[in-house]
Every structure is written in C-alpha cells, then in structure tokens.
C-alpha cells in the first residue's frame, strides 16, 4: 500500500468518526482541530496518537513513508492536519532545515532557502493538498476569507505565511511564504557567535539599554531588524512596563519576556489612529512599534518620544538612514499637515540612534550589522546632523569606527554615569583599533538648504 493510498484510509476514517459524532462532539472536535493545525502541542499530540491508532487497527503500517518525515505517523498527521512536505522545515527536523529563514510554495514546487540560496526540494504539494492546506490555515483566522487573494496566518510557534491566490497568481500558480526567526537565543553573545556583530559591540549596546536611548532599527526585507530587535528589547530591564504596538502578531514577547509587564496591541492604519489617544495616555516606560510604513505610525512613536519617553524601539524598512526623518516628516505633514521643519526638529530630538542592518551578498542567510547612526540636534544652532560612528566593511568582513557623543546624548546619561562613561570607553578603543578615515558626519539639506549651502550663516 502506498503512502497516498494510507492518508486516505486514514481520512476516510476520521470522516466516518465525524459524521457519527454529536452536534455538542463536532463542535469540540472542530476547535482541537483548529489548534493541531495551528501547532498548540496537547491537540497535536492528541490527533498523532489517534492516527496511529488508526494505522495500528488497520494494520497500515507497512506503507512506505517518504524520507522528509521521520515516521508513519507524523507523515500522515501533517498530510491531513499539517504542513504537508512544509512540515520538516517548519519544526526543525534536519539541520539545514534549521538553518533556513525562509520557503516558498510555488505551484506544487517547494523552495527553501539554504546557505543563502532558494533550494528545490524532492517533496511537491498539490493542488488539492494546497486548497485543503489553505482552508485549514484560514480556520483559525475567522476575519478572512477564503475567496481573498491575499492572506496572512501565524502559527503557534511564530512562523508567519503569506498567501497569494485566486486573481492574484496565474492558474495552479498560488504561493505561499514561511518565515520563521532562526536566532534561537534572544542575546547579544548569539549575534557574535553568528558574526552578526563584533564581540565589544556587544558590550557597547548592552551600555546604550542600560542608559535608555531611544533606537530605531533599518534596513530592507530580510535583513534582521526584526531579530535584532529583539535582542535588544531582551536586554532590557524586565521590571520596566512596556508597551509593543505592531501592524501584526509577528513577535510572540509573553514567550520572549514571559516576566516582563509588556502589553500587546495589534493595530494598523485607521485603528492605529484610533486609539492614539489613548495609547498616549498609557503608564508606560517604554514603546515597541514594529514595522513603521506609513503616517500614522510615524505620528505615533513621534508623539510617544515628544512627552520624553525613553527606552523606545521601532522597526522601519529603509536603506537611506540620512534621509528617513525626511521621509517621517513628509508623510506625517502630507496626512495630518504640519510644519515640516518642525517635525524634522523633533525625530531628530527624539530617537537617538538608528542601527542598520543588512545580509551579504554572497550569502543572505547571514546578517551583518551594516552602519550605527547617531542623530543629533544642536539646540542652539538649530542644526540636526547625522554621525557615522560605525561601517561595515564586507571586504575585509570587518567593522570600522568613529567615535562621537553629541550633547543631547550626554544629558541623557546624566542619570546613569557608569555607563556613559563606560560607552565613551568603548567607542573610543573601538576607534583607535579600526578607525573610519573619511569624514561620517552628514548635515541634512532638506533641513535648511538655504544656510547649508553658507556654512558660515549656518555656524558649522
């Protein structure tokens, strides 16, 4: 007997259960099966030991299973309730498989990303299987329908998948997309280890938490923002009440800070404007706003960090550190009007530091922390810069360093003066060890073009 001709025993059986179950029965049957499909462990563990009973009682066991799933059972588990061939990926079950961020389900085609690189695999999902598989992810999220094009579904364990059908593929060309978070460690020492940082970067980060900055997290797609995000919020002193705003439920923090009082909100667009007010209102030491695209939550973590909040992290896709206040500025007048060179003021009064990240070229799958950018704004000239104080040099696979602290920084440390001291130490050897020769400090024209074109009017 093939392994096909056992998945459908198996179905026809647990079809024949369901069908003679009661109302009250179908009801509580149907809810396990959302959370088995979802991955919550009890119901998993509940429907595998079920099909194997049923395997067992129909004397199935002597089907052959394909060699991407470590048993009979949990091959047919996930063919009826699971990801089908995405399953090994999905939870970890080879070593490569652990080390890949991402797959896509093209057609009947799967690819994952290994070392870098969109890899083919033996195991193909079908039409049938791939309709059933998306009606079964769709259960649990009651808000969509099953006849949108697009899709977004998390699973228990944080893997998110994006789903595109109907008019938005070609026919029998659907997609799906997994990500999922590698970094299995949420500390600095990990990020070393996988050359995402250097080792006394480490330690100058851990000085920045500890004084409070507000940071923002840049880079483009892929790049571990988000990751190092988390690494960073982690760190932070558990004790502290927080507040994590995001356009979706990507980052599970009950599970990354489960001591920590952190409130979770997921909100967007006109729900995010909402219930601003009264966000703003809240008790809270710090903000996390993941994934800033647009107005509102560039208005939001704007207004946050004007009533002197501290300790603050956002995440936003961008390549251009230099001109993001612009951009910030720009949306926030061009949606709720303004004065751009007052909005401009304020974001680089604000946030402190913008830590840049990237993947390398010759292999995506590692990530690198790209530049550090300060951002300052000198009072008394009404002059905000941008400062350079670390590059990532990818020939000599190396990070080069300046060292800056600009006073608005120093007032900030006023309350924490071991540390700051203990920063300024750090940067300042990290310089003299591998120092940026060229200038790193960037004196924004869109600011005030009319006095950066006369440094002498402008006092620089």
């Given at each position: 007997?093939?392994?096909?001709?056992?998945?459908?025993?198996?179905?026809?059986?647990?079809?024949?259960?369901?069908?003679s179950?009661?109302?009250?029965?179908?009801?509580?049957?149907?809810?396990?099966?959302?959370?088995?499909?979802?991955?919550?462990?009890?119901?998993?563990?509940?429907?595998?030991?079920?099909?194997?009973?049923?395997?067992r009682?129909?004397?199935?066991?002597?089907?052959?299973?394909?060699?991407?799933?470590?048993?009979?059972?949990?091959?047919?588990?996930?063919?009826?309730?699971?990801?089908?061939?995405?399953?090994?990926?999905?939870?970890?079950?080879?070593?490569?498989?652990?080390?890949?961020?991402?797959?896509?389900?093209?057609?009947?085609?799967?690819?994952?990303?290994?070392?870098?690189?969109?890899?083919?695999?033996?195991?193909?999902?079908?039409?049938?299987?791939?309709?059933?598989?998306?009606?079964?992810?769709?259960?649990?999220t009651?808000?969509?329908?099953?006849?949108?094009?697009?899709?977004?579904?998390?699973?228990?364990?944080?893997?998110?998948?994006?789903?595109?059908?109907?008019?938005?593929?070609?026919?029998?060309?659907?997609?799906?997309?997994?990500?999922?978070?590698?970094?299995?460690?949420?500390?600095?020492?990990?990020?070393?280890?996988l050359?995402?940082?250097?080792?006394?970067?480490?330690?100058?980060?851990?000085?920045?938490?500890?004084?409070?900055?507000?940071?923002?997290?840049?880079?483009?797609?892929?790049s571990?923002?988000?990751?190092?995000?988390?690494?960073w919020?982690?760190?932070?002193?558990?004790?502290l009440?927080?507040?994590a705003?995001?356009?979706?439920?990507?980052?599970?923090?009950?599970?990354?800070?489960?001591?920590?009082?952190?409130?979770?909100?997921?909100?967007?667009?006109?729900?995010l404007?909402?219930?601003t007010?009264?966000?703003?209102?809240?008790?809270?030491?710090?903000?996390?706003?993941?994934?800033?695209?647009d107005?509102?939550?560039?208005?939001?973590?704007?207004?946050?960090?004007?009533?002197?909040?501290?300790?603050?992290?956002?995440?936003?896709?961008?390549?251009?550190?230099?001109?993001?206040?612009?951009?910030?500025?720009?949306?926030?007048?061009?949606?709720?009007?303004?004065?751009?060179?007052?909005?401009?003021?304020?974001?680089?009064?604000?946030?402190?530091?913008?830590?840049?990240?990237?993947?390398?070229?010759?292999?995506?799958?590692?990530?690198?922390?790209?530049?550090?950018?300060?951002?300052?704004?000198?009072?008394?000239?009404?002059?905000?810069?941008?400062?350079?104080?670390?590059?990532?040099?990818?020939?000599?696979?190396?990070?080069?360093?300046?060292?800056?602290?600009?006073?608005?920084?120093?007032?900030?440390?006023?309350?924490?003066?071991?540390?700051?001291?203990?920063?300024?130490?750090?940067?300042?050897?990290?310089?003299?060890?591998?120092?940026?020769?060229?200038?790193?400090?960037?004196?924004?024209?869109?600011?005030?073009?009319?006095?950066?074109?006369?440094?002498?009017?402008?006092?620089?």
């Open positions: 007997m093939s392994f096909e001709d056992v998945c459908q025993n198996v179905e026809a059986e647990l079809e024949i259960r369901w069908k179950a009661e109302e009250t029965e179908r009801m509580l049957r149907l809810e396990k099966e959302k959370k088995a499909i979802m991955g919550y462990d009890e119901e998993v563990k509940e429907y595998r030991q079920l099909i194997g009973q049923i395997i009682d129909k004397e199935l066991g002597d089907a052959e299973c394909p060699p991407w799933y470590r048993t009979l059972e949990e091959g047919v588990f996930n063919e009826i309730y699971g990801l089908a061939g995405l399953a090994p990926w999905a939870y970890d079950e080879t070593e490569k498989y652990r080390k890949s961020s991402s797959a896509k389900l093209i057609g009947d085609r799967l690819y994952c990303l290994i070392d870098g690189v969109a890899e083919l695999q033996p195991q193909t999902i079908g039409i049938r299987r791939r309709q059933q598989l998306k009606r079964a992810l769709l259960m649990a009651p808000r969509e329908r099953l006849e949108d094009g697009f899709h977004e579904v998390y699973l228990r364990n944080g893997i998110r998948i994006t789903i595109y059908s109907g008019e938005r593929t070609k026919e029998g060309q659907d997609v799906m997309v997994f990500r999922k978070y590698i970094v299995e460690k949420k500390d600095f020492e990990e990020l070393v280890r050359g995402t940082i250097e080792a006394d970067a480490a330690e100058l980060f851990k000085t920045m938490i500890e004084i409070g900055f507000n940071v923002l997290f840049a880079g483009p797609v892929r571990g923002k988000t990751t190092f995000m988390q690494v919020q982690c760190s932070e002193k558990t004790a009440e927080g507040l705003i995001s356009t979706d439920p990507e980052t599970p923090w009950h599970f990354l800070m489960p001591d920590t009082p952190l409130m979770q909100l997921v909100a967007d667009g006109r729900d404007e909402n219930i007010k009264s966000l703003l209102r809240g008790d809270n030491d710090y903000v996390l706003l993941e994934e800033m695209r107005a509102p939550a560039f208005r939001l973590a704007l207004d946050i960090i004007s009533t002197g909040t501290h300790r603050s992290k956002a995440t936003v896709h961008t390549s251009d550190p230099v001109n993001l206040p612009f951009r910030m500025a720009s949306r926030i007048c061009e949606r709720y009007g303004g004065n751009l060179h007052g909005v401009i003021q304020q974001i680089f009064s604000g946030f402190g530091y913008v830590l840049e990240l990237c993947s390398r070229e010759d292999d995506p799958s590692e990530k690198r922390l790209k530049a550090l950018w300060e951002y300052c704004y000198d009072s008394a000239k009404d002059i905000p810069s941008v400062h350079q104080l670390c590059r990532y040099d990818a020939a000599a696979d190396k990070w080069l360093w300046k060292y800056h602290m600009g006073e608005d920084k120093k007032r900030i440390g006023e309350l924490s003066p071991e540390a700051l001291k203990r920063m300024e130490e750090i940067m300042i050897r990290l310089e003299k060890r591998n120092p940026i020769m060229e200038n790193t400090v960037v004196y924004p024209r869109y600011y005030r073009p009319q006095l950066l074109d006369n440094p002498e009017r402008a006092g620089l």
